[in-house]
């Protein structure tokens, strides 16, 4: 469906598909890790461990 | 009409003309969804992967980095010893460690050196917890905001809480899963333990006396004299609050101390750091 889709899109032979999925993943995953993982876990109280008002 | 599908004798249309394109519909809605589905669950798992070890690992590095940013007379590296009576010497060439001398011993806050309230996010002193290891030293930092001081450094300082040795309430927090998990086996203390506070001019000596189970919003736990707010300190106590149970903010564990005494840096380690954990 959506990643055939995807898949078919990209240009070159499959090496070079391939190259692109890793690097794609590779991107996604650190700006995950960085950025957005962060930012969702200043919302989870879960692990708050100060005490205040 | 091709030859497959042979006329009918009524004015019925062939059976698969309709229903094909809607089927064609369905499938690729339950491929897409299921993509999704499935590509929800690989986001979550990365997720727990990034907050049980990758904080970890940051986390880890940059307390690291604030301990060796902390230019104290004493090393926080201290090598591997065998005690004897009292006598403390490196396990591998048998230096003796030097160590406070009893009369440079001071059993009361009268007279300690304060450190004063740095801005957050600065690393003041140095926790150290036998019980929790003989190689236990952490950095302790100003603020409790999870963003600037405790998801990257660690320990955190209440602000305006007292400061190391000072009368009051020396109230400090720290993560007990992941980011470096400083507090992760605060359970584990018992009254008597030590918890021995370093800065740049004095160690610290403390004693926990008790550990509680509270609530988040109990504010009393932190208080200048512990869980009495109001009441005017004589006494330099500690108090270490995380959360409870782990992974849960549903409450906090809370551990106070009194401090036993403070002696000025430069003269060696306080005995203490040296207990059997």
Not at chain 2, 29 to 48: D, K, W
Not at chain 2, 60 to 81: I, K, N, S, Y
Not at chain 2, 95 to 122: F, H, R
Request: aromatic fraction near 10%; glycine fraction near 6%.
């Amino acid at each position: 469906m959506m990643y055939p889709w995807l898949w078919r899109h990209l240009p070159g032979p499959t090496w070079a598909r391939a190259t692109i999925v890793v690097l794609a993943i590779a991107v996604v995953v650190f700006a995950l890790f960085e950025w957005v993982f962060p930012w969702v876990s200043e919302m989870l109280p879960y692990q708050d461990q100060t005490v205040g008002e | 009409m091709s030859a497959q599908s042979p006329p009918h004798a009524d004015n019925e249309r062939p059976a698969p003309a309709v229903p094909a394109p809607r089927r064609r519909w369905l499938t690729i809605a339950t491929g897409v969804t299921g993509e999704v589905l499935v590509t929800a669950g690989i986001l979550l798992g990365l997720f727990v992967v990034w907050q049980l070890f990758y904080t970890d690992i940051l986390s880890g590095r940059t307390q690291h980095a604030a301990l060796e940013d902390t230019d104290f007379a004493e090393d926080f590296r201290v090598p591997p010893v065998t005690v004897i009576d009292g006598v403390v010497n490196a396990a591998d060439t048998e230096a003796p460690i030097e160590l406070i001398p009893d009369e440079l011993k001071v059993y009361s806050p009268t007279g300690a050196p304060i450190t004063a309230e740095p801005a957050a996010p600065e690393t003041f002193g140095r926790l150290w917890v036998p019980r929790w290891g003989s190689d236990y030293v952490k950095p302790i930092s100003q603020g409790t905001d999870r963003e600037v001081t405790l998801d990257r450094l660690g320990i955190g300082h209440y602000q305006s809480t007292a400061m190391p040795g000072e009368v009051g309430n020396f109230a400090i927090a720290g993560h007990r899963t992941s980011y470096g998990k400083p507090f992760a086996d605060v359970d584990k203390l018992i009254a008597g333990d030590a918890l021995i506070v370093q800065t740049e001019e004095a160690w610290f000596v403390y004693r926990v006396t008790a550990s509680q189970i509270v609530l988040p919003h109990q504010v009393e736990v932190i208080a200048p004299v512990p869980n009495a707010p109001g009441a005017l300190p004589t006494t330099a106590s500690i108090t270490l609050t995380s959360c409870h149970p782990k992974f849960s903010a549903e409450k906090r564990f809370i551990v106070h101390g009194e401090l036993e005494y403070w002696a000025p840096t430069g003269h060696g380690y306080p005995q203490e750091v040296f207990d059997k954990s």
